[in-house]
């Protein structure tokens, strides 16, 4: 099992097994010791210029093999010269590398990814030649009928095993990158509309309109041409503007969202010709189902991509998009401290989990898990005296299995913190639908407990086999591009793979005629 692990890792990117030095060993084969040690008007004329008139997943053996061959090329040998000097500098070369390493821990190497393939003239031609509606049809055909993709080996950069369908999600993305344009109502004024917050929880609504709003390749400005429509509001700004606080009314916010669309319906010929169903609105707060709801339109047609997407609360499965959640703690670095997970025989905790009090789900692991195994470090709000010892973001790089438990509502940060940190996430969280699941696909790279199974926890974790857990962080690295904010946005990053997400599901709507 040790010889298994160490290919896997060595195939991971970890930590490679140091050089032991034989003659430090006893004659147990053991190291020697060391001594080393009031709520305000439904739409409000200082925040807007309008007025009122809403599975199992396997890898391939034969790639599998073939990478543990690749791993077995490298050597673990000392550096040996026949020149002391030369040895001599050798080691302090050495030496400064691994300073540097660990210096550089916490920094994210970005791989970029493949160009765009460039389209044909005839094609390009033809496609702009169709009505809107004709291109959404002509790209659905497409996808229906996507060539089967067999590069999966090391040199592609879309890894298969975390996808549904590999060769479908990249002919869908083709297509995006060609056909698509979005067109961004300029209604509205600042700060709920067109100001994003880009740090928080509910970073990810902002980072996508600051991103959107910014963009040249899928934006038009004229939009006869487009084929999606974007409502640029914040769910968070929203809250911020008129939510009073503890009141627990939410129908001022509801209102105004009801209000906006309506002026946006009366102004514009283009959500009334489909009712809606080809505009989209990104939300991450908990509130974003609840605050559509005095539209019927705009609750029942519209593509909703919520961070809160609970199939019991006003969330559509195939037509609504789940929102991954991300906690940026400093908007001008998004990719701060991610990577960096240390290798699998030195994490020294098989789960860990950190966090307030709050919803269903939370007192009931703690009643469970708090003080009572080693093994699971459980806790309430990190406490001074443990974080001084390992910061949170220490003990998920430290872990085997983040436990992502739903709060409030049933997402949760924890799951794309977890990826980032290159820890198993484990989520226990009911009715949730995981965020771009229409192409991910999920049993790759983590794990879902059911609520009434939190007392089994450390029995379902245990259970799970090395290999398939190497397999799982493998999968948790490879699947990291797709979830990351990058200030110069790049093909497949989150941006994108939101982007695509919500173009996917406009196709889902889609009919083709009968021949």
């Not at 084969?29 to 396997?58: I, Q």
């Not at 659905?140 to 999600?169: M, T």
């Not at 799951?415 to 229409?438: G, K, Q, T, W």
């Not at 290999?467 to 493998?474: F, I």
């Amino acid at each position: 099992m040790a010889e298994n692990e160490s290919k896997f890792e060595i195939l991971f990117g970890l930590w490679p097994r140091p050089v032991v030095d034989k003659s430090n060993l006893d004659d147990a084969g053991k190291a020697k010791a060391s001594d080393g040690t009031g709520t305000k008007s439904s739409f409000d004329p200082k925040l807007s210029r309008f007025e009122s008139p809403n599975g199992t997943m396997h890898l391939s053996k034969n790639l599998t093999e073939a990478r543990l061959d690749k791993s077995q090329l490298v050597t673990s040998a000392p550096f040996v010269s026949l020149n002391s000097s030369i040895e001599a500098k050798e080691s302090a070369r050495v030496l400064r590398m691994r300073q540097n390493r660990r210096k550089t821990i916490d920094v994210l190497k970005v791989v970029h990814p493949p160009p765009r393939r460039s389209v044909p003239r005839h094609l390009q031609r033809y496609l702009q030649s169709l009505s809107s509606h004709e291109a959404l049809l002509y790209a659905k055909r497409e996808i229906e009928h996507a060539p089967l993709v067999k590069n999966v080996g090391n040199d592609s950069y879309l890894y298969a095993p975390v996808f549904q369908n590999i060769s479908i999600f990249k002919r869908s993305y083709e297509l995006m990158e060609m056909i698509l344009k979005v067109y961004i109502y300029r209604d509205g004024k600042k700060p709920i509309f067109h100001q994003p917050r880009l740090n928080g929880i509910y970073a990810s609504e902002g980072w996508f309109m600051k991103l959107m709003e910014a963009n040249r390749e899928f934006v038009t400005k004229e939009p006869e041409k487009a084929h999606l429509f974007y409502l640029p509001y914040s769910s968070r700004q929203l809250e911020l503007a008129l939510y009073v606080r503890n009141s627990h009314n939410l129908r001022p916010l509801s209102k105004f969202l009801r209000d906006y669309v309506n002026v946006i319906a009366s102004k514009y010929p283009f959500w009334n010709r489909t009712h809606g169903s080809d505009h989209f609105l990104v939300a991450c707060h908990d509130w974003g189902p609840f605050i559509t709801t005095e539209h019927v339109e705009l609750k029942d047609n519209a593509i909703k991509a919520l961070c809160n997407a609970d199939l019991k609360e006003n969330f559509v499965a195939g037509k609504d998009v789940s929102l991954p959640e991300t906690a940026i703690r400093i908007a001008n670095k998004p990719l701060r401290n991610i990577g960096g997970g240390i290798r699998v025989s030195q994490r020294p905790i098989l789960a860990f989990f950190a966090g307030k009090m709050h919803g269903r789900v939370r007192p009931k692991l703690l009643k469970h898990w708090l003080n009572k195994d080693a093994d699971m470090r459980i806790y309430g709000p990190l406490s001074r005296r443990v974080s001084k010892n390992m910061s949170y973001v220490r003990h998920m790089k430290s872990s085997k299995y983040c436990i992502c438990p739903m709060g409030y509502e049933v997402n949760s940060p924890r799951i794309v913190e977890a990826i980032y940190y290159e820890c198993v996430p484990v989520i226990i969280a009911d009715n949730f639908v995981l965020p771009l699941s229409e192409v991910l696909e999920w049993k790759a790279f983590s794990v879902t407990v059911a609520e009434i199974d939190i007392p089994k926890l450390k029995e379902i974790l245990l259970a799970i086999p090395l290999k398939r857990y190497l397999q799982m962080l493998m999968n948790v690295k490879m699947v990291q591009k797709h979830f990351l904010w990058n200030p110069n946005p790049m093909r497949y990053d989150l941006f994108h793979m939101i982007l695509h997400s919500i173009w996917y599901n406009r196709l889902n709507q889609i009919q083709i005629p009968q021949s």
